[in-house]
Structure formats: C-alpha cells, structure tokens
C-alpha cells in the first residue's frame, strides 16, 4: 500500500459538510484560538500575509534512463536531476482543497505554544 492524503481531504469535507463553515475555519475556532497560537495560518492567511513560502518539485527528467545509468554507473549525471519548478501554479486561490493533507503553515512557537496542554 502506498501513502496517501485522501483520507486528509474526506475528512476535511466531512467537518465542512457537517458545520457548515470551511474547515480553516473550524480549525481556527476550535483549535486554534483555544490554544492562543498568534502566528499559525492556514493556506490562504499565509499566501495572503506574505508567509508562505515557494515551493519547487523537479520535472523534464528521464526517470527510466536515469535508473538505468545508476545501475550501470553508480552516479547520475546532471540531466538526471531534472529542472526546478515552482509549485505557485498548484497553490493559487484560497487553497481549500489542501486544508485537510496540508494547509496548516506554523511558527516554531506556536508550534511550543504551551508545553502543558494534553493532547
């Protein structure tokens, strides 16, 4: 079995679905707040306040060829690390659809916000 997100957006609509707000929304209101984090967004707080960063993945790459000069030779040439592309294209607009897998952008110390809460 491979790693998935998809259980991460089902639940996230199920939540949406059931109150009626958006889950950064609900997120906020009973999360969030509660615990008193100040610099914590969700994907659209972030892109919006300038704090969340750009991502990149590798494309224009020959993953097959690339396998077969690793078997051969032991190393890969530069072609084989493929060309940076920016991830912006994937996450325009309120970025809804990644609240559940991955819409959470944290400070280190809201991440430490309070050593004594119970989860």
Not at 77 to 94: E, I, L, M
């Amino acid at each position: 079995m491979q790693y998935n997100n998809i259980h991460y957006w089902v639940i996230a609509e199920i939540i949406a679905h059931l109150t009626d707000v958006t889950y950064p929304q609900y997120v906020q209101h009973h999360i969030l707040d509660p615990l008193d984090v100040t610099a914590t967004y969700n994907h659209t707080q972030a892109g919006e306040t300038g704090r969340r960063s750009e991502s990149f993945v590798r494309a224009d790459l020959n993953s097959t060829r690339c396998a077969e000069v690793w078997e051969k030779e032991d190393k890969l040439d530069r072609s084989c690390y493929g060309q940076p592309f920016p991830t912006s294209w994937f996450s325009k607009g309120d970025g809804l659809f990644i609240a559940g897998p991955g819409g959470l952008v944290a400070s280190a110390n809201d991440m430490v916000c309070d050593q004594n809460v119970e989860f």
